[in-house]
């Protein structure tokens, strides 16, 4: 088996791996065979790893209506049936977490389906979720929960909530103060004393936003010469515009495209997120690991049992292994989904980082990344 392979992985989710992570795979060739033979997960499969064996379609189309009074039956079916048939699945984050109370999720099951659906599980530090936590434990309805954040979410929490510098805070602690909570009293003074370290923004994945950008911003200088600071503008043109197609032309497209194309980040995105005028989300922290290996490479050296039993076959295996070890790394620091080779972002993700050559480094990732859009997405596609 190939460096990075997974042994807690299912036999479709290693066969999509293996086809993202296979050698002398060409851009055109990665492009086909995500487009036509890898198995991407759908929203219907996540639902039935938490539905049981009950009535999915019915068990959703009761739970959202008993939520709200005023939705259509019929509208509401029509929605589900084409969550089960694959068309579109929910993806803000508030349809998600009601998802999560008709489902009669706990906590560890509601984090796993954030996961799986919003790419990140529940935020500890947002207090309009530590209260769905504490709601979702109790086995109590959506409607019940709603409720209970009206009584006990003091106005510091919210305001302090949508802050736009947050000091760091550890939200391991923040999860286990808040599990100490044991009366809807106790809960509201603990979201009262803990405003000032609460907030929905993320402040890990903004710290490795950060470092990274500055890596672009000011590359390394070589040689006597000393390079100049790049814009946010010159960046975004040259690592992340790749000339796809347009939010609107992006709807006709399948899932898979969609997929890829959804919430790519522009100029205008990359200066909010800097200026903690908005968060930083999965896709662009990726983005900006594939532009800049990293940044930096950490100062303790990584360790994988594996190795001993099977050592990688080259440096080209050393460099992938180590680049799949660190981006997981990241993205479950900052509370975020590990790579999915059954999601088509992720996919992609992977067979960019199979980069052949070990001389390639930085630029063999961009110019590997460019060259597999330009497959999925070609110019007459734009017309």
């Known amino acids: 088996m190939k460096a990075g392979d997974s042994a807690s992985m299912t036999v479709v989710s290693l066969a999509a791996y293996e086809a993202a992570t296979k ?19 759908k929203f219907k499969d996540v639902l039935s790893l938490f539905a049981s064996d009950r009535e ?52 560890e099951d509601a984090d796993a389906f954030l996961t799986m659906t919003g790419e990140e599980g529940l935020h500890w530090r947002d207090p309009r979720e530590l209260v769905y ?15 209970l954040l009206e009584r006990v979410m003091p ?16 939200t391991p602690l923040i999860r286990q103060e808040m599990k100490q909570c044991g009366t809807e009293e106790e809960l509201r003074e603990f979201l009262s004393r803990a405003a000032g370290r ?23 200088s070589y040689g006597l010469k000393s390079e100049r600071r790049y814009t946010i503008r010159e960046i975004v043109q040259e690592y992340l515009d790749r000339k796809l197609p ?27 997120m800097k200026n903690r005028r908005m968060d930083v989300t999965r896709k662009v922290l990726i983005l900006l690991f594939l532009a800049t290996d990293g940044g930096e490479e950490p100062q303790e050296e990584w360790v994988d049992e594996d ?5 990688p076959a080259d440096d080209a295996d050393v460099t992938f292994r180590s680049s799949y070890m660190r981006i997981n790394q990241m993205l479950a620091e900052c509370g975020y989904r590990m ?30 990344l460019t060259h597999v859009l330009e497959a999925l997405f070609p110019p007459q596609a734009e017309g």
Not at 23 to 41: H, T
Not at 204 to 218: D, W
Not at 258 to 270: G, Q, Y
């Open 56 to 107: 999915v379609r019915e068990l959703l189309v009761n739970g959202l209506c008993a939520n709200d009074a005023g939705r259509s039956r019929m509208s509401v079916d029509k929605k589900v049936r084409g969550w089960l048939a694959g068309k579109y699945q929910p993806t803000a984050r508030e349809d998600l977490l009601e998802l999560c109370f008709v489902l009669h999720l706990n906590t």
């Open 155 to 170: 106005e510091e929490a919210e305001a302090c909530a949508d802050e736009t510098a947050q000091a760091a805070s550890f």
């Open 198 to 220: 609460l907030g929905r923004l993320h402040n890990s994945a903004y710290r490795q936003f950060t470092a990274m950008l500055k890596v672009l911003e000011k590359p390394e």
């Open 133 to 147: 936590a504490y709601a979702l434990e109790r086995g109590m309805s959506y409607r019940e929960a709603q409720g």
């Open 23 to 41: 050698d002398g795979l060409s851009p055109q060739e990665a492009a086909i065979q995500l487009l036509e033979k890898v198995e991407i997960r």
């Open 246 to 272: 347009s939010v609107r032309e992006g709807r006709t497209l399948e899932e898979k495209r969609r997929s890829i194309l959804a919430d790519w980040p522009d100029e205008i995105v990359l200066s909010r």
């Open 339 to 368: 790579l999915d080779p059954r999601n088509a972002f992720d996919w992609l993700v992977l067979y960019c980082m199979r980069v052949e050559d070990e001389g390639a480094g930085m630029d063999g990732l961009n110019e590997r």
């Open 307 to 311: 190795w001993e039993q099977e050592p």
